[in-house]
């Protein structure tokens, strides 16, 4: 069974309870620098943009890696969504698109730049519990196939009469 789809039916409440678990910490730790790096630097990036002197090229880069940012976030986003929202999509989207959206948007809003910092805390909660949950989920079904291949019946030797 994939990591995935062992982890898309968790609840929010035990995959923070699996996140904070004592033999999962290595999990959480390395869940959390994958999970809020993409939110740090999608809102570095989308902040400092305006600003910033750069060719028509480099433009569409840093565009694209923004989007691919968010993407990466909302899937997550969307999943814990789904879970607190009891299944609705519509919402768990809408949900989404508004943290990912005011995390790129907060800084053309004036005097709005504290919506930023609370959906950068936000993303970065969510993306490094849900990918730290991921991780330990995957290296326990791991562990768990790894203990049942190295458990092979043991051949006897006949009994001498």
């Known amino acids: 069974m994939s990591?995935?789809?062992l982890h898309k039916n968790v609840p929010i409440t035990e995959?923070?309870?699996i996140a904070v678990r004592k033999g999962n910490r290595l999990a959480t730790a390395i869940g959390a620098i994958l999970g809020t790096v993409v939110p740090v630097m999608v809102y570095a990036v989308t902040h400092k943009l305006p600003s910033l002197s750069y060719t028509e090229g480099a433009f569409y880069v840093l565009l694209v890696m923004a989007i691919g940012g968010c993407y990466f976030s909302m899937k997550s986003?969307?999943?814990?969504?789904?879970?607190?929202?009891q299944g609705d999509s519509i919402k768990?989207?809408?949900f989404a698109l508004l943290i990912e959206g005011m995390l790129v948007m907060s800084g053309m809003l004036p005097d709005m730049a504290w919506l930023g910092y609370a959906a950068l805390g936000y993303l970065c909660m969510i993306n490094a519990i849900s990918c730290g949950c991921s991780i330990a989920l995957e290296a326990k079904s791991y562990n768990s196939q790894r203990r049942a291949e190295n458990a092979l019946p043991v051949k006897r030797k006949p009994a001498k009469a």
């Open 77 to 85: 986003v969307i999943q814990w969504g789904k879970l607190a929202f």
């Open 92 to 94: 768990a989207v809408a």
């Open 3 to 5: 990591q995935s789809i």
């Open 15 to 17: 995959q923070l309870t």
